[in-house]
């Protein structure tokens, strides 16, 4: 397949835009670049060739934090399968488990042209489970859409663990036993991990017994795959640097209202950030200090960060209009548009297959004639995986 006579973004390396240019791809990318080196267009080379007449051509949308498929689409508690809170403790957990792909909330967000999305579980337990990415379009069987699993732990601070277990009389109904049950359980994966690996360098000594929670911890242990800790606070967010700095963990905060106000000390180490839903109401305290403004404050101080939904807290086809939400709040343009695309891919794992227009990477394309941010903005074409969404 071939487009051409369009305006390409790639967000490669370089951020090289082509103001007259084509894209050549099959599942993946083939081929990029200016008009002037544009193959002969004839039947006989491409199936299909689509002259853009000056559309803009743009990397398909990741949303790095949702729920999509977990919270069943007008399903109500039927559909319900985002928090197991019968347990504080879940690592093992998994999100191919929970997550149902023929939710009408993909094809929604395929559409929309948010082709890649990390789904999980939700915020009620300390350490919730595993989050995984995936297409938003594709076959009906979620295994052969996932792109990582698991893509990353999710942990939980400040209100929510608190409120979910305080209504049922147990641990934890403080931020202090909320962190003390995340230690305990990364101590028992440390313990579990070096028994393991000395039965293995060690003939004589015996494995540990099989824990599945512990097996689920050990890529994160091995910095294999980040934790995402939903924190809303700054002091949360400081409880959540501290337990990364004492198990060496490579950490993501998730949601992050606070952030831009301790944007200093999320530089110093080096910690990206996943905020959003942007578009929301202060509905609970964790949220008085929700802004607009917070992505333009973080472009501003030089901090990693991509903008999310949190569907279903905002449908996840609105990421583009999350977006122009924090322009209106500051942001550029062009760090709104990475927010959502090779940022958000960076910070979910996978920008070696999706977040920009390069030879190699996923044909997942998006075609619009208008600002992508635009209230009215409906893409024209979206292709994921080089399959054109219907």
């Not at 039947?43 to 790095?64: C, E, M, Q, W």
């Not at 939903?230 to 700095?245: E, G, N, P």
Request: aromatic letters at 6%.
């Amino acid at each position: 397949m071939l487009i051409y006579n369009a305006k390409i973004l790639t967000l490669d390396a370089q951020n090289t835009v082509y103001e007259n240019g084509f894209i050549e791809f099959g599942e993946r990318i083939k081929n990029i670049g200016d008009m002037n080196s544009c193959p002969p267009i004839s039947k006989r080379a491409f199936k299909t060739s689509i002259n853009a007449n000056g559309a803009t051509l743009l990397p398909g949308f990741v949303d790095a934090h949702s729920h999509v498929g977990v919270w069943g689409n007008a399903e109500g508690v039927e559909g319900d399968d985002g928090n197991e809170t019968t347990d504080p403790c879940t690592p093992h957990l998994r999100a191919l488990d929970m997550v149902n792909p023929t939710d009408r909330c993909f094809a929604e967000a395929a559409a929309a042209g948010i082709t890649t999305v990390m789904c999980g579980p939700g915020s009620a337990n300390p350490i919730g489970g595993q989050f995984l990415t995936l297409k938003t379009a594709g076959s009906k069987l979620i295994d052969e859409r996932v792109m990582k699993a698991p893509a990353a732990i999710k942990f939980a601070f400040g209100e929510n663990p608190k409120m979910v277990y305080r209504e049922r009389s147990e641990a934890p109904v403080t931020r202090m036993a909320t962190a003390a049950i995340i230690r305990e359980q990364l101590f028992k994966a440390q313990r579990y991990m070096a028994a393991l690996e000395k039965s293995q360098n060690d003939t004589e000594a015996d494995p540990p017994e099989f824990d599945m929670k512990c097996e689920a911890l050990l890529p994160v242990l091995r910095r294999e795959i980040p934790v995402h800790a939903h924190a809303h606070r700054a002091d949360d967010i400081f409880t959540a640097i501290r337990i990364a700095k004492e198990f060496n963990l490579r950490l993501t905060l998730v949601h992050a209202t606070e952030a831009a106000d301790i944007a200093d000390e999320l530089l110093a180490h080096d910690i990206p950030a996943i905020i959003g839903p942007v578009l929301c109401d202060r509905s609970k305290p964790e949220l008085a200090q929700h802004s607009i403004m917070t992505a333009a404050r973080l472009e501003r101080a030089g901090a990693s960060f991509a903008i999310a939904t949190d569907h279903p807290v905002i449908p996840v086809q609105y990421l583009p209009l999350s977006a122009g939400l924090a322009i209106r709040g500051g942001l550029s343009p062009e760090r709104a548009l990475r927010a959502i695309t090779i940022d958000a891919a960076r910070l979910c794992g996978v920008d070696a297959r999706v977040g920009s227009l390069e030879v190699g990477k996923d044909a997942d394309i998006v075609m619009v004639s208008d600002e992508f941010y635009e209230v009215t903005s409906t893409p024209e074409m979206v292709f994921v995986n080089g399959r054109k969404v219907e």
